[in-house]
C-alpha cells in the first residue's frame, strides 16, 4: 500500500467538491491517507484550490455583471420605447389618447431613472409626509392619554363623551401613569 501518488490525484481531489477528503484519494489511488496528506502538503493541495475556487468565483461574478448589464440595457431600450409612443401619442392631439401617453411617458422616464439607479421619487416629499405623519400620531397619543386620565379622576363618569373639554398635554403630570385602554384610532378617525 506504499505506493507513488500519481499527479492526477490533484485532479481528482479537486474533482471530489464537498465530499473532498484524502482518505477518497488514498482508496482511489490504493495508497495511503498519510502519504496523501504529505503529498497534498508538499504540492500545496489546499493553496491550489483556493486559487482555483477564488478564479472560479470571479468568473461567475464577472458573468453576473454581463447578465446584469444586459439586462439594464434591454430596460432602458423598453423605458426609451415607452417614452417616445407616448411623446407620439401626446403629439397626435387627440384627446381620447392623453391621459394614457401621459402615464406612459412618465413610467418610461421612471423606468429609465431606476435602471441608472437614480431616484425615481422625491425623497424630500415623502420626509414631509412621514414627519406630519408622525406628528399627528404624537399628538393623537397625547390627547387619547389625556381622555383617559380624565375619566380615571372621575371627570368623565357623566357618559357624555363629547361634552367634556379634553387636556392638553401639558397638563398632565408625570404621575399619573393613564395607559390607553383601547387600540388608537385609526388615521381617518383622528382627522374628525
Known amino acids: 500500500m506504499n505506493k507513488k501518488i500519481p499527479p ?13 477528503s484524502y482518505e477518497a484519494v488514498a482508496e482511489r489511488f490504493d495508497c495511503s491517507r498519510r502519504g496523501v496528506a504529505e503529498c497534498a502538503k ?4 489546499q ?12 468568473r461567475v461574478e464577472a458573468a453576473a455583471l454581463d447578465s446584469i448589464a444586459a439586462m439594464n440595457e434591454r430596460h432602458l431600450k423598453i423605458a426609451r420605447y415607452l417614452q417616445s ?12 389618447l392623453i391621459a394614457r401617453a401621459t402615464r406612459t411617458v412618465s413610467e418610461g422616464v421612471a423606468l429609465e431613472r431606476l ?4 431616484p425615481t421619487e422625491r425623497v424630500e416629499n415623502f420626509e414631509a409626509i412621514n414627519r406630519r405623519e408622525r406628528e399627528r400620531w404624537l399628538v393623537d397619543d397625547r390627547t387619547s392619554a389625556a381622555q383617559d386620565a380624565a375619566e ?19 397638563d398632565l403630570d408625570a404621575t399619573s401613569s393613564a395607559a390607553p385602554k ?8 383622528a382627522d374628525r
Do not use: K, M, N
Not at 409612443?85 to 381620447?96: C, F, V, Y
Not at 380615571?152 to 401639558?170: I, L, R, Y
Open 182 to 189: 383601547e387600540p388608537l384610532a385609526a388615521p381617518d378617525d
Open 47 to 58: 493553496e491550489r484550490i483556493a486559487e482555483l475556487e477564488g478564479r472560479a468565483q470571479e
Open 42 to 45: 508538499r504540492e500545496r493541495w
Open 85 to 96: 409612443r407616448g411623446l407620439e401619442a401626446l403629439q397626435s392631439g387627440r384627446t381620447e
Open 152 to 170: 380615571q379622576a372621575g371627570e368623565g363618569s357623566d357618559g357624555g363623551a363629547g361634552s367634556q373639554d379634553t387636556p392638553e398635554p401639558d
Open 8 to 20: 492526477e490525484a490533484f485532479l481528482f481531489y479537486v474533482e471530489l467538491g464537498r465530499e473532498r
Open 115 to 118: 435602471v441608472r439607479g437614480e
